[in-house]
């Protein structure tokens, strides 16, 4: 590519990246890595493009709920932030990350039932209609709830809701 084409090319790269993770597309590990040859391969050690691909690739693997590879990615940017101290607004989006994998790994790890209780919060069913849906018994449900509320420190419906999207255990698409 011309050097106008792949500055041209990688944001298309990285917008990719961002779809398929909100879409909660299977391909998304095997797409990154692609993508991360073709931009290293572009850009070489463009440290801008490099951090900037990094907390892209990162955010996307947390909000498609693969924390280990985020993770990696999070800390390949940290690495660049440390050699490239100018980085603008990416060492906010570099710190905010860091944030949100160190708060998602603070948190106690959900039960399988309470992750199935979790994807149902966002539908507002009521207790009684979850119950239902899970086969269940509602003083089941609402345990589960209870047990969610105190894991995510929070005391409502809506502030799991969004305390588990912030940490990478609700995705948008699990609303249904």
């Not at 101290?85 to 989006?93: C, E, V």
């Not at 860091?98 to 992750?115: D, F, K, N, V």
């Not at 069913?125 to 929070?154: C, E, G, I, P, S």
């Amino acid at each position: 590519l011309s050097e106008l084409a792949a500055l041209q090319h990688g944001p298309i790269l990285l917008a990719r990246a961002r779809v398929l993770a909100h879409r909660e597309d299977p391909a998304l590990p095997a797409y990154i890595e692609r993508a991360a040859r073709e931009l290293e391969a572009n850009f070489g050690a463009l440290h801008y493009n490099a951090l900037q691909s990094a907390v892209v690739f990162a955010e996307s693997l947390l909000e498609y709920g693969a924390a280990e590879a985020a993770e990696a990615w999070a800390a390949r940017a940290e690495t660049i932030l440390g050699r490239y101290p100018d980085a603008g607004i990416l060492r906010g989006r570099t710190a905010r990350l860091r944030e949100a994998l160190e708060q998602r790994q603070m948190t106690q790890p959900l039960t399988a039932a309470e992750q199935r209780v979790l994807n149902l919060l966002p539908t507002r069913l009521t207790a009684n209609q979850m119950a239902t849906r899970l086969f269940v018994t509602t003083n089941t449900v609402k345990t589960h709830m209870r047990h969610l509320y105190a894991k995510l420190d929070v005391t409502t419906r809506d502030a799991a809701v969004e305390r588990s999207r912030e940490l990478g255990l609700l995705r948008p698409s699990d609303e249904r």
